[in-house]
Nanobody, 120 residues
Protein backbone atom coordinates (compact mmCIF):
# COMPACT_ATOMS: atom_id res chain seq x y z
CA UNK A 1 0.00 0.00 0.00
CA UNK A 2 1.01 3.56 -0.70
CA UNK A 3 -0.20 6.66 1.13
CA UNK A 4 -0.23 10.14 -0.34
CA UNK A 5 -0.46 13.09 2.03
CA UNK A 6 -1.08 16.56 0.63
CA UNK A 7 -0.38 19.85 2.34
CA UNK A 8 -0.21 23.53 1.51
CA UNK A 9 -3.79 24.40 0.69
CA UNK A 10 -5.48 27.46 2.09
CA UNK A 11 -7.46 30.59 1.50
CA UNK A 12 -6.06 33.67 -0.17
CA UNK A 13 -6.86 36.57 -2.45
CA UNK A 14 -6.59 36.55 -6.21
CA UNK A 15 -3.10 37.18 -7.46
CA UNK A 16 -1.45 35.32 -4.61
CA UNK A 17 0.65 32.18 -4.58
CA UNK A 18 0.53 28.80 -2.91
CA UNK A 19 2.71 25.74 -2.99
CA UNK A 20 1.13 22.34 -2.62
CA UNK A 21 3.14 19.33 -1.53
CA UNK A 22 2.35 15.65 -1.76
CA UNK A 23 4.48 13.19 0.13
CA UNK A 24 4.27 9.49 -0.59
CA UNK A 25 5.10 6.63 1.73
CA UNK A 26 4.64 2.89 1.81
CA UNK A 27 5.59 0.06 -0.49
CA UNK A 28 7.20 2.01 -3.31
CA UNK A 29 9.40 0.23 -5.80
CA UNK A 30 9.37 3.03 -8.36
CA UNK A 31 7.28 6.04 -9.20
CA UNK A 32 5.94 6.39 -12.69
CA UNK A 33 3.71 9.42 -13.30
CA UNK A 34 2.59 11.84 -10.63
CA UNK A 35 0.15 14.66 -10.93
CA UNK A 36 -2.32 17.08 -9.47
CA UNK A 37 -6.03 17.08 -10.17
CA UNK A 38 -8.72 19.41 -8.93
CA UNK A 39 -12.44 19.35 -8.45
CA UNK A 40 -14.56 22.44 -8.08
CA UNK A 41 -18.11 22.27 -6.66
CA UNK A 42 -20.50 20.89 -9.25
CA UNK A 43 -17.73 20.06 -11.69
CA UNK A 44 -15.85 16.95 -12.69
CA UNK A 45 -12.35 16.27 -11.48
CA UNK A 46 -9.82 17.54 -13.98
CA UNK A 47 -6.11 17.12 -14.50
CA UNK A 48 -4.19 20.26 -13.57
CA UNK A 49 -0.65 19.16 -14.24
CA UNK A 50 1.27 15.92 -14.35
CA UNK A 51 4.89 14.92 -14.56
CA UNK A 52 6.50 11.72 -15.78
CA UNK A 53 9.35 9.88 -14.13
CA UNK A 54 11.62 11.51 -16.70
CA UNK A 55 10.45 14.98 -15.77
CA UNK A 56 8.17 15.77 -18.70
CA UNK A 57 5.17 17.85 -17.67
CA UNK A 58 1.67 18.07 -19.06
CA UNK A 59 -0.86 20.69 -17.98
CA UNK A 60 -4.29 22.09 -18.66
CA UNK A 61 -4.24 25.30 -20.69
CA UNK A 62 -5.89 27.36 -17.97
CA UNK A 63 -2.82 27.07 -15.72
CA UNK A 64 -0.17 27.64 -18.37
CA UNK A 65 2.55 30.04 -17.22
CA UNK A 66 1.03 30.17 -13.73
CA UNK A 67 1.44 26.68 -12.25
CA UNK A 68 4.58 24.57 -12.16
CA UNK A 69 4.86 20.95 -11.14
CA UNK A 70 8.07 19.43 -9.84
CA UNK A 71 9.12 16.27 -8.11
CA UNK A 72 11.81 15.12 -5.74
CA UNK A 73 12.29 11.44 -6.44
CA UNK A 74 14.56 10.94 -3.45
CA UNK A 75 11.86 12.26 -1.11
CA UNK A 76 8.94 10.67 -2.99
CA UNK A 77 7.37 14.13 -3.10
CA UNK A 78 5.65 16.12 -5.80
CA UNK A 79 4.99 19.85 -5.64
CA UNK A 80 2.65 22.26 -7.37
CA UNK A 81 3.71 25.90 -7.32
CA UNK A 82 0.68 28.02 -8.07
CA UNK A 83 1.17 31.69 -8.91
CA UNK A 84 -1.22 34.42 -10.01
CA UNK A 85 -4.12 32.51 -8.56
CA UNK A 86 -7.58 33.27 -9.83
CA UNK A 87 -11.01 32.78 -8.29
CA UNK A 88 -11.66 30.02 -10.83
CA UNK A 89 -8.73 28.05 -9.38
CA UNK A 90 -10.84 27.45 -6.28
CA UNK A 91 -11.20 23.69 -5.84
CA UNK A 92 -10.12 20.68 -3.86
CA UNK A 93 -6.73 19.65 -5.20
CA UNK A 94 -5.83 15.97 -5.25
CA UNK A 95 -2.45 14.36 -5.62
CA UNK A 96 -2.27 11.31 -7.85
CA UNK A 97 0.53 8.80 -8.31
CA UNK A 98 1.09 5.83 -10.54
CA UNK A 99 3.37 3.56 -8.56
CA UNK A 100 5.17 0.33 -9.13
CA UNK A 101 4.84 -1.42 -5.80
CA UNK A 102 6.82 -4.38 -7.14
CA UNK A 103 8.65 -4.90 -10.43
CA UNK A 104 5.47 -6.17 -12.03
CA UNK A 105 2.61 -4.49 -10.17
CA UNK A 106 1.47 -0.96 -10.89
CA UNK A 107 -1.32 0.77 -8.98
CA UNK A 108 -2.95 4.18 -9.01
CA UNK A 109 -3.21 6.14 -5.76
CA UNK A 110 -4.98 9.30 -4.63
CA UNK A 111 -4.41 11.67 -1.77
CA UNK A 112 -7.18 12.90 0.48
CA UNK A 113 -7.35 16.33 -1.12
CA UNK A 114 -6.51 19.83 0.05
CA UNK A 115 -8.79 22.84 -0.31
CA UNK A 116 -7.65 25.90 -2.19
CA UNK A 117 -9.96 28.90 -1.99
CA UNK A 118 -9.20 32.06 -3.95
CA UNK A 119 -11.29 35.14 -3.29
CA UNK A 120 -11.77 37.65 -6.06
Amino acid sequence: QVQLVESGGGMLQAGGSLRLSCAASGSIFKFKGMGWYRQAPGKQRELVESITSGGSANYVDSVKDRFTISRDNAKYTVYLQMNSLKHEDTAVYYCNALVLTTKSRMDNYWGQGTQVTVSS
